[in-house]
Every structure is written in structure tokens, then in C-alpha cells.
């Protein structure tokens, strides 16, 4: 069965990280581009970051450029999001998607073959 786990999410203060993890299962993701997005509520998803498939490029949105890094391990099967210097604003439900292309898109949601549940990350003093 082919599936994505995200995992890492809480509640934490303003200024502070996290790191959320991205599992695949029934697939390798070493094939696949991968990337994640979040939607805050009352708000579209919007993406985040990505990483691609052949080359490891990584890319970012302009509100996460600089705090939040992409990351993956193939021996683990499994992807990171480190997220530093939390702010209020990052507060949403955070995705991974999977697409077997070599390129990766933080605006083109709907390339992606495969997602995963979400994982609620809350920045509040």
C-alpha cells in the first residue's frame, strides 16, 4: 500500500523548531520529487518547499527562505522539513507530496501522484 506519514507537528512557542518528518511506505522515495505545503485554516494551501529527485535542488516560499530547510534521507525512506525560528504565522496543517518527476514545484499542487494526511504544527507564546 502506498502511503505518506507526516509526523513531528505540536505546539510550540514563537522562536523555537521543529522538525517534521515525511514517511513513505509501498515506494521508494529516492524516485520521487518531493514537496511540502500547509494550509492554515480559513486559508488556501500554499506550498512551502521541495526538493528534487535527481540533483537534491531544494527550493523555498519567500515567508520560509532562510528558517526552514528540505532534507531527505533515502536509507530512511523518509523526508524532512527542519523548521527554525517558528513565528505565529507558520501555524497550519502541514502535507508532504510525492511526484516521480525530477523536478518539483511549490505551485503546481496538482502534479503530485501521492499525499499524506498532515501534521498540525502551532506556534503560540
Known amino acids: 500500500q502506498v502511503q505518506l506519514v507526516e509526523s513531528g507537528g505540536g505546539l510550540v512557542q514563537p522562536g523555537t523548531s521543529l522538525r517534521l518528518s515525511c514517511a513513505a511506505s509501498?515506494?521508494?522515495?529516492?524516485?520521487?520529487?518531493i514537496g511540502w505545503f500547509r494550509q492554515a485554516p480559513g486559508k488556501e494551501r500554499e506550498g512551502v518547499s521541495c526538493?528534487?529527485?535527481?540533483?537534491?535542488?531544494?527550493y523555498y516560499s519567500d515567508s520560509v527562505k532562510g528558517r526552514f530547510t528540505i532534507s531527505r534521507d533515502n536509507v530512511k525512506n523518509t523526508v524532512y522539513l527542519q523548521m527554525n525560528s517558528l513565528k505565529p504565522e507558520d501555524t497550519a496543517v502541514y502535507y508532504c507530496?510525492?511526484?516521480?518527476?525530477?523536478?518539483?514545484?511549490?505551485?503546481?499542487?496538482?502534479?503530485?501522484?501521492?499525499w499524506g494526511q498532515g501534521t498540525q504544527v502551532t506556534v503560540s507564546s
Open positions: 507530496a510525492a511526484v516521480k518527476m525530477y523536478a518539483c514545484s511549490i505551485t503546481r499542487m496538482r502534479i503530485y501522484d501521492y
Open positions: 526538493i528534487r529527485r535527481d540533483d537534491d535542488s531544494t
Open positions: 509501498g515506494f521508494t522515495l529516492e524516485d520521487y520529487a
